[in-house]
């Protein structure tokens, strides 16, 4: 089975949930509407990232980073993706 990394910086009690393009370079940056508080942003950066690619949630894994802003996020079952951002 194919699986993609990717680098994630996240800004968890954002007014909305979404894209915010790329961090430094080498992260995606993923605004979520959840609080940093009992890994409510992390729960809303899969359950985010799933719809997004089509994923179900059991395949996306935060292997590094839970505690953190900056992550590395595994998804299996994606050979690529390319985040689609929208600029509204």
């Known amino acids: 089975m194919s699986k993609i990394t990717l680098q ?9 949930t979404g894209w915010q393009g790329l961090w430094n370079g080498t ?5 979520v509407q959840a ?5 409510k ?3 809303a ?8 690619t089509g994923v179900p949630q ?3 894994t935060i292997i590094h980073g839970i505690t953190s802003r900056q992550k590395t996020v595994e998804i299996q079952g994606l050979s690529s993706f390319t985040p ?3 600029t509204d």
């Open 27 to 31: 992260h995606w940056r993923v605004a």
């Open 45 to 52: 950066l899969i359950e985010f990232l799933s719809k997004e």
């Open 8 to 16: 994630i910086r996240l800004t968890p009690g954002a007014k909305r």
């Open 35 to 39: 609080r940093a508080v009992d890994n």
């Open 84 to 86: 689609s951002l929208d």
């Open 58 to 60: 059991k395949n996306i």
């Open 41 to 43: 942003a992390n729960e």
